[in-house]
């Protein structure tokens, strides 16, 4: 099992500039979660998925950031148009009964 | 809202002390998970305690559930260099949900 896996690693953008973070959960697992983490916020719920539907996306920040979970082994969090506050690390985990597996995470600059 | 608290953020040890760090919860928690981010890396699940008063050990860890189900202990014994890291517990968020409600974790540095 490959584990939860993400992509890219790292992403320096532009402020103004489209970013797509991609995530492939576990197979059989059937929530998938994003979350932001920050020095200052910690770990932040943005969005969560269960059997490809979204469930509660009261933490997504702003109209700027979206999620889409076309099937049960893809998820994407986009933002449009990235501002500077959106740097951080990005995870995506995932989980069926019990514990999250996450997966390395994205660690996205914005400059 | 629902809050899990971690305490304390910090905490330096010289190695082979142990120690003991605490998470509350401002509501009663189905089961409570604990988790350990290495730096520069992920989360990586390390258990969950589902009955009030709980106990469970893996090696020189040692974590309880309280009887209230409103708290959590880990208990690290002999510290040692590969103990560095975040630890962070996590309760279900109220509503039967599949949502965690994440302490902002305990960061451990250990002096060899």
């Known amino acids: 099992d490959a584990g939860v896996i993400q992509s890219p690693r790292h992403e320096v953008t532009e402020m103004g500039q489209e970013v797509t973070l991609r995530c492939k959960p576990i197979s059989g697992h059937n929530s998938l979660f994003w979350y932001r983490q920050t020095m200052m916020r910690g770990l932040e719920l943005l969005i969560y998925?269960?059997?490809?539907?979204?469930?509660?996306d009261s933490g997504m920040p702003e109209d700027r950031f979206s999620a889409k979970m076309p099937n049960a082994s893809f998820s994407t969090l986009k933002i449009q148009p990235s501002e500077p506050r959106d740097s951080a690390v990005y995870f995506c985990a995932s989980s069926t009964q019990g514990g999250y597996t996450f997966g390395s995470g994205t660690r996205l600059t914005v400059v | 809202g629902q809050q899990v608290m971690q305490i304390p953020q910090y905490q330096h040890v010289q190695e082979g002390e142990d120690f003991t760090t605490y998470c509350n919860s401002s509501t009663t928690l189905s089961n409570i998970q604990w988790y350990k981010q290495r730096p520069g890396g992920h989360p990586v699940f390390l258990i969950q305690l589902v009955k009030s008063g709980e106990v469970k050990k893996q090696k020189r860890l040692t974590f309880q559930f309280g009887e209230a189900k409103k708290n959590s202990s880990l208990h690290i014994t002999a510290t040692q260099t590969t103990d560095v890291g975040t630890y962070f517990c996590a309760g279900p968020a109220q509503g039967g949900s599949e949502k965690l409600v994440f302490g902002k974790g305990m960061k451990l540095t250990v002096n060899p």
């Open positions: 998925f269960n059997n490809n539907v979204p469930i509660d």
